[in-house]
């Protein structure tokens, strides 16, 4: 028999375990205020996975110290979600710090039994992209083998003390193959970001669910932000393509996951505050912005995954075309040239 609890008249499956796997790249700060407020979690069947992907400002120390309560978060008042992070976890908290190889082979259990769930530290090594990041944290895992659901969170997030047990309720009651939260600017937290998004099928362009009304005209990929794997589809579809490095890899898994059958959903009680593309200098807000390593790395991403699922047609170029465009509006015309060469290497392949 499930054993479950209740919170506002709804039912929770608190014996579904779930690994949440937090990817950190130069981002410690961040990676402490959004752990802060995860282990305020009513939900207490997780598991904490912290990976690092060989940051070069030593992250991993960062942490380390913050577990041991040797550094703190502090947050202004100001702050208009503070509240979800305060008051903070009491100090020391425990942990395992692991290798990549460590991690591959599920760890060592000696080092774990001396705790009651310590959060996991893992140091990849190298970084080779937000795929492969988070594919460490899924394997390590896969060898445990021991849970239902795996949480991507990112690091440049904060949740609410309801925001997993809503979205495994909601993704446990229906069937969900991979679920997402409803997401919110953190710096304004009562605006929208997104209900997932859609995929333009003929130009190969993503656009965000802004209300509900949008979710319900159709759902194509969830944001990555929070992006919740039933272990079903894992073992059915493998994991997250590594050849993306960073972008659509996310879109690449729904669509995968859908083409064998799962369902996608958002769970519109489940709410993630997201500073968005804190990491990377890019933003899908203030899309004029986007640094240049992020802007040909989407493109080149674009056209991948175009090829891939929508196949090579007219709409992929003429998409491109109009991005040329832009590059140019903005006076962008060293992007402008790089983009072409992109374009005449990608088309090659």
């Not at 779930?18 to 282990?39: A, M, R």
């Not at 380390?64 to 976890?89: I, Q, T």
């Not at 362009?205 to 759902?219: D, F, M, P, Q, V």
Request: charged share 30%.
């Amino acid at each position: 028999m499930e054993e479950s609890f209740r919170i506002k008249g709804e039912k929770y499956f608190m014996n579904k375990k779930v690994y949440i796997i937090i990817l950190n790249y130069n981002g410690w700060q961040d990676t402490i205020e959004c752990l802060e407020s995860v282990l305020k979690s009513d939900y207490n069947n997780y598991q904490i996975v912290v990976v690092d992907n060989y940051s070069p400002n030593n992250s991993m120390d960062y942490l380390k110290k913050w577990a041991k309560g040797e550094l703190c978060l502090w947050l202004p008042d100001s702050n208009p979600v503070k509240r979800l992070s305060f008051p903070l976890e009491k100090k020391p908290l425990e942990y395992v710090f692991y290798t990549k190889e460590e991690a591959l082979k599920g760890g060592i259990k000696e080092k774990e039994e001396k705790y009651k769930n310590p959060l996991i530290f893992i140091q990849a090594g190298e970084n080779r992209g937000f795929a492969a990041g988070n594919n460490i944290g899924i394997k390590y895992a896969l060898v445990k083998d021991d849970f239902e659901y795996i949480w991507l969170l990112n690091n440049d997030t904060v949740i609410k003390k309801d925001t997993l047990s809503k979205l495994i309720n909601y993704a446990d009651i229906n069937h969900i193959g991979i679920c997402g939260s409803v997401l919110k600017y953190y710096d304004n937290p009562n605006e929208i970001q997104a209900y997932g998004g859609k995929i333009n099928r003929f130009f190969g362009t993503t656009s965000h669910n802004k209300n509900i009304n949008e979710l319900k005209k159709g759902l194509d990929y969830i944001v990555g932000a929070s992006f919740m794997i039933n272990k079903k589809v894992i073992n059915k579809i493998g994991l997250m393509d590594e050849n993306y490095f960073l972008y659509m890899e996310e879109t690449d898994y729904c669509f995968n996951a859908k083409n064998n059958g799962f369902k996608l959903g958002v769970a519109i009680d489940s709410i993630v505050y997201h500073k968005e593309g804190a990491s990377t200098g890019s933003t899908y807000k203030y899309n004029d912005n986007k640094s240049e390593f992020v802007d040909l790395l989407s493109i080149k991403n674009r056209i991948k995954f175009h090829k891939k699922y929508l196949g090579e047609g007219m709409g992929l170029y003429i998409g491109l075309f109009f991005t040329i465009l832009n590059r140019i509006r903005r006076k962008q015309y060293k992007r402008v040239l790089k983009i072409l060469n992109l374009i005449k290497e990608e088309y090659k392949k």
